[in-house]
């Protein structure tokens, strides 16, 4: 069984940073695309960023340029870090697994499993 645990959400104040990690159980994690998505309130999830087995990344125009992901396989975590917080981006964020090879993988429905999610909330 696959587990996915975030942390690292929190309040900031718009402009600030925050750097989610989202660790994950299980062996392969090296060959998933391990994929960010957010949720705010009265709002559908939505996708924010994929990174593939290979490294290649793939972000929303909504964080491009602001947000970086990365993983280390060797710790089986995924890092997001999220710079030039503006409120908009408040949200519960959720990291998820793609054992597919598509790429990019846009939609939830893609994702195979799911951590419980970390709020992050910026003010203004």
């Known amino acids: 069984q696959v587990q996915l645990v975030e942390s690292g959400g929190g309040l900031v104040q718009a402009g600030d940073s925050l750097r989610l990690s989202c660790a994950v159980s299980?062996?392969?994690?090296?060959?998933?695309?391990m994929g960010w998505f957010r949720q705010a309130p009265g709002k559908e999830r939505e996708f924010v960023v994929v990174?593939?087995?290979?490294?290649?990344?793939y972000y929303a125009d909504s964080v491009k340029g602001r947000f970086i992901l990365s993983r280390d396989n060797a710790k089986n975590t995924l890092y997001l870090q999220m710079n030039s917080l503006k409120p908009e981006d408040t949200a519960v964020y959720y990291c998820?697994?793609?054992?597919?090879?598509?790429?990019?993988?846009?939609?939830?429905?893609?994702?195979?499993?799911w951590g419980q999610g970390t709020q992050v909330t910026v003010s203004s």
């Open positions: 299980g062996r392969s994690f090296s060959s998933y695309a």
């Open positions: 990174i593939n087995w290979r490294g290649n990344t």
């Open positions: 998820a697994a793609d054992r597919s090879i598509r790429f990019p993988a846009l939609t939830p429905d893609d994702y195979d499993y």
